[in-house]
C-alpha cells in the first residue's frame, strides 16, 4: 500500500517547502523507493500557465503538458519521482471539477459543499498519485497555515490520513525559528502558534523542520520538543546552506530524517543505492576548477525565481564543467538604451530566455547580433530561437522589418508566425503547444554532438514557429535548421555552423537538466563558453603593456 507524507508551511511563506519535499523524496529514493510529488496550490487560478512572472515566477511544464508551480522543477531535479499533470492542484481546479460535475447531475440533486464534496475531490487528487508501483507521495500544501484559502486542503489531509490510517501517513510540519539580533536569541514562540494552529484543525505533526540561520541548542530542540507534542529526535534543524540547496538532502540525512520517516511509515529499504553520485556532484560544485561569466538577457531579471530552471540549468552545466558559472543579470529594455557591448562585453556566452510580449524584444535582438558577430557562444531559449531567426533575416539575409507576428502583425517578412491551428484559439489558458515532442536531429550538427542520439524528446510552451516558407532562404545564406519535429515537420533547433557555438531551441531544455545529470546543450554551451571565455583572457593578456 502507497504511504503518504504531507509537508506544510507556518509562521512565513517562501520557507522552501518545495526544496524541502523535494530532498525528502530524494532521500527515499537512496533506499530504492518510487516516489511521487505533488503540490496543492490554494490560489483560484486554474493553473498558473496565465500568471504574471512577477506574481507566480517560472511556469514550469511537465512533459505531459500541464502548465505547473515551480517547485515541481525541484521535484523533478532532486528525484526521478512521478511527475505529470496530477502533481499540480489548485483550488480553481478543484472547483472547475466540482462545478462540471454539479452541472451534469452527478451529485444527483444534493447540496454541494465544501465538506465533503470539495474535500473529497482533494482526496481524489492525493490517490491519482498512489498508482500501484509508487511506495510514497509527497504532497506539499502550498501557502501558510492559518491562511483562508488553505484550510480545505488541511481539512482534506486530515481526512486522509483517518481513512487511510496514521500509520501509513507523515504529517510534516516546516516553520521559522527567527533570530532575534537583540536578544542575541533563536525564538520559538511563532513555531509553538503555528502548531497550535495545526492541531486546532485536528493535524499533530509528526516532524518538525524549522528554518534557522543558527544552529538549534539542545535546550531548544527540547523546547519545541515539549511545546509541541514532537519527540526531539523528530525536531529538525534545515540552517540556511552554504553553497547550494543541493546540500539539503545531507544536511537531513545527518539527522536522520529519513531512518525516522523509514520508522514512522514502516518502510522496508529495498535497495540500498546510497549517494556517491550526489556527493561528486556536490564536490564539483563546492570546489570548480574554472569560472566563467554568462549573460541572460531577459525582461524579468530583477527577479530571482522567473528563469529557475534556466538558472539552475546553467549551474548543472557548470558542474558538468566543474565550472563556477556566473550570471550576469541584464535587462533586455537595458540594452537598448545603454547598447549591447557596454553590457555584454566580456561575457564567455549569452543566453536569452523564453518570454512574451514586446518590452525589451529589440533589446534581445542586439544581444543576438552581438553573440553571432562577435563569435560569441549563444543559446537562444524558445523566444530565444525566435529572435535569433528575425536578427538573421534582417541582418544577415538583409529582410528589413522582419519580424515575429506576435510582435508586428504587418512585418512583410514573418519568419516567425502562428500554425492555422493556433489562429482560432481564444482562450489563454492551456492552449499553447504544450509538454513533450519529439525531435529529430540533423547528422553532423552541434545539437546531435550533444545529445549523442538521433531522435530526443523536450517539452514545448509557445504559439508560434518559424515560417516554413524562410527554410530555404535561410538554410542558403548559413543557418542550419539541426532538429525537426518529425510529424509535424516543424523546426524545432537551429545552428550557424561555422560560429563557435550557437544554438536555438523551439523548446525547453531547462526543464529536463539535473545536477547529477546535467542536459547535454546546457553542458556543451558552458564548454564553449569557457573556451571563449578563455581566449578573451588570452587577448586581454597580450594587449596588457608588458613591465620592462
Ligand atoms: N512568445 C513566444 C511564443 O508564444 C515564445 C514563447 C516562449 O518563449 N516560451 O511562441
Given at each position: ?26 532521500l ?12 496543492f ?33 525541484h ?15 489548485t ?8 462545478i ?18 470539495i ?35 488541511l ?97 537531513f ?33 563546492r ?16 527577479l ?29 529594455e ?34 543576438v ?52 491551428g ?17 525531435c ?88 564553449a ?20
Open positions: 500500500m502507497t504511504k503518504h507524507i504531507f509537508v506544510t508551511g507556518g509562521v512565513v511563506s517562501s520557507l522552501g517547502k518545495g526544496l524541502t519535499s523535494a530532498a525528502i523524496g530524494m527515499l529514493e537512496c533506499r530504492g523507493l518510487k516516489v511521487s510529488l505533488q503540490k496550490d490554494p490560489y483560484i487560478n486554474v493553473d498558473p500557465g496565465t500568471m504574471n512572472p512577477f506574481q507566480h515566477g517560472e511556469v514550469y511544464v511537465t512533459d505531459d503538458g500541464a502548465e505547473t508551480d515551480l517547485d515541481l522543477g521535484y523533478e531535479r532532486f528525484t526521478n519521482g512521478v511527475i505529470n499533470r496530477n502533481s499540480n492542484v483550488t480553481g481546479l478543484v472547483y472547475q471539477t466540482v462540471r460535475k454539479e452541472r451534469r447531475g452527478d451529485y444527483n440533486g444534493g447540496t454541494v459543499q465544501v465538506v465533503p464534496h474535500t473529497d475531490e482533494i482526496q481524489r487528487a492525493v490517490q491519482k498519485l498512489a498508482t500501484p508501483e509508487v511506495d510514497v507521495v509527497i504532497t506539499e500544501i502550498g501557502g501558510t497555515v492559518g491562511d483562508i484559502e488553505g484550510l480545505p486542503f481539512e482534506a489531509i486530515r481526512q486522509f490520513a483517518l481513512n487511510r490510517g496514521r500509520d501509513n501517513v507523515v504529517f510534516i510540519h516546516l516553520t521559522l525559528l527567527p533570530f532575534l539580533r537583540a536578544a542575541g536569541e533563536v525564538k520559538t514562540k511563532p513555531t509553538q502558534h503555528s502548531v497550535q494552529k495545526l492541531r486546532e484543525i485536528g493535524i499533530v505533526p509528526d516532524v518538525l523542520i524549522c528554518r534557522t540561520e543558527k544552529s538549534l541548542s539542545e535546550d531548544n530542540r527540547k523546547k519545541i520538543s515539549l511545546f509541541c507534542n514532537v519527540e526531539p529526535k523528530a525536531v529538525i534543524e534545515e540552517k540556511d546552506v552554504e553553497h547550494s540547496v543541493y546540500e539539503l538532502p545531507l544536511m540525512i545527518n539527522q536522520g530524517l529519513d531512518d525516522l520517516i523509514y520508522r514512522k511509515l514502516g518502510l522496508v529499504v529495498k535497495e540500498e543505492r546510497g549517494i556517491d553520485a550526489w556527493l561528486d556532484m556536490l564536490e564539483s560544485l570546489n570548480p576548477r574554472f569560472s566563467v561569466e554568462i549573460g541572460v538577457v531577459g525582461k524579468y531579471i530583477t530571482k525565481d522567473a528563469y529557475k530552471s534556466i538558472y539552475e540549468s546553467l549551474d548543472h552545466g557548470g558542474i558538468a564543467n566543474r565550472a563556477r558559472v556566473n550570471i550576469r543579470k541584464i535587462s533586455a537595458e540594452v537598448e538604451h545603454s547598447g549591447a557591448e557596454k553590457l555584454l562585453g566580456g561575457l564567455g556566452g549569452i543566453l536569452v530566455p523564453g518570454g512574451f510580449g514586446e518590452r525589451g524584444i529589440e533589446g534581445k535582438i542586439h544581444a547580433r552581438f553573440a553571432r558577430e562577435r563569435r560569441i557562444p549563444y543559446f537562444g531559449l524558445c523566444l530565444g530561437m525566435q529572435l535569433a531567426c528575425v536578427e538573421f533575416a534582417r541582418n544577415v539575409l538583409g529582410f528589413k522589418g522582419a519580424h515575429s507576428t506576435e510582435f508586428d502583425r504587418e512585418t512583410p517578412h514573418p519568419v516567425i508566425t502562428l500554425l492555422s493556433q489562429k482560432a484559439v481564444e482562450d489563454l489558458g492551456g492552449t499553447m503547444r504544450l509538454g513533450g515532442y519529439q529529430r536531429l540533423a547528422e553532423g550538427s552541434l545539437a546531435m554532438k550533444a545529445y549523442g542520439a538521433r531522435e530526443i524528446r523536450e517539452r514545448h510552451r509557445h504559439r508560434y514557429e518559424f515560417n516554413n516558407r524562410y527554410r530555404e532562404g535561410f538554410a542558403a545564406s548559413g543557418m542550419a535548421f539541426s532538429g525537426i519535429c518529425p510529424d509535424k515537420d516543424l523546426v524545432e533547433m537551429i545552428e550557424i555552423p561555422g560560429h563557435p557555438w550557437f544554438v536555438g531551441v523551439q523548446f525547453h531544455p531547462e526543464f529536463q537538466s539535473k545536477p547529477v545529470n546535467p542536459h547535454p546543450l546546457f553542458r556543451d554551451f558552458i564548454r563558453a569557457l573556451e571563449k571565455q578563455a581566449e578573451l583572457g588570452r587577448a586581454a593578456s597580450e594587449a596588457a603593456p608588458q613591465c620592462a
